[in-house]
């Protein structure tokens, strides 16, 4: 079972807006980083933001900042990346990833730090 489930991708013109939204199931991942990731054709996987488990400390990608939001809410076991001024570049499959259970406060922005992963939802935004 996929602890992990992403939605709310599409197809978008530049400009536009999408929310993306990570499900989890089957585990409590309220003390849990949680983080997003993207990754375009023929490139590798890029930071795009990422929550803090307590605090709601957020971390995001310089590309990204000032357009995309990453939020919890923990009662809803969702994390959410709202997507606004979308641009072509940012045409990717964008995975959910949740860090191991931790006390620490800020949250990781290497892939390799976080242990869980969606299966991704595709972002197409057109010119």
């Known amino acids: 079972q996929v602890p992990l489930v992403e939605s709310g991708g599409g197809l978008v013109q530049a400009g536009g807006s999408l929310r993306l939204s990570c499900a989890t199931s089957?585990?409590?991942?309220?003390?849990?980083?949680m983080g997003w990731f993207r990754q375009a054709p023929g490139q590798e996987r890029e930071f795009v933001a990422a929550?803090?488990?307590?605090?709601?400390?957020?971390k995001y990608a310089d590309s990204v900042k000032g357009r995309l939001s990453i939020s919890r809410n923990n009662a809803k076991n969702t994390v959410y990346l709202q997507m606004n001024s979308l641009k072509p570049e940012d045409t990717a499959v964008y995975y959910c990833a949740a860090g191991p259970t931790t006390t620490a406060t800020i949250p990781p922005i290497r892939a390799g730090d976080y242990e869980y992963w969606g299966q991704g939802t595709q972002v197409t935004v057109s010119s």
């Open positions: 089957g585990r409590d991942f309220g003390r849990n980083h």
């Open positions: 929550i803090s488990w307590i605090g709601g400390l957020t």
